[in-house]
């Protein structure tokens, strides 16, 4: 089964669908809520853009984003090709798992991500509950 990333969120839509789950008395993170294909900008881990200023101190959010430029959190490959350009991404992959595939993984650098969302590919493979495959032009597509 091929699963496409076929929404992106601002990170202002993400946030009102996030308090909107819990007012409704769901999880944050609800795989009900945040779908397969669904993919979202993170600025709370950094910041390149200012997005966080319009959140900054309202409804729990932080001053400032977690990382500074070069913390270890977020891959090396995120801090050599992407900090200038965006703030790190989420997307919900098949399973309904959330990956964040600017972080380092559990067993290495991380993923070496290229293109603009939503035809991002990233390598190598993603293994996440329930599922092992890629993410290639914006498909997630399993390991043959």
Not at 16 to 27: L, N, Q
Not at 106 to 125: A, F, K, M, Q, R
């Amino acid at each position: 089964m091929t699963v496409r990333i076929v929404r992106i969120l601002g990170f202002a839509e993400f946030h009102e669908i996030s308090e909107d789950a819990v007012r409704r008395g769901f999880y944050r993170n609800d795989k009900r809520i945040f779908l397969p294909g669904m993919a979202w900008y993170q600025p709370f881990y950094f910041d390149p853009l200012g997005e966080m200023a319009i959140f900054a101190g309202k409804s729990g959010f932080r001053d400032d984003p977690l990382c500074e430029r070069g913390d270890p959190f977020l891959s090396i490959h995120y801090w050599r090709d992407w900090a200038n350009k965006r703030a790190p991404i989420c997307v919900v992959g098949p399973s309904g798992d959330w990956w964040e595939i600017d972080r380092k993984s559990s067993n290495g650098d991380g993923w070496t991500v290229t293109g603009e969302l939503p035809n991002i590919t990233c390598s190598p493979s993603i293994v996440l509950n329930g599922y092992h495959g890629f993410l290639r032009d914006g498909a997630f597509t399993p390991n043959l």
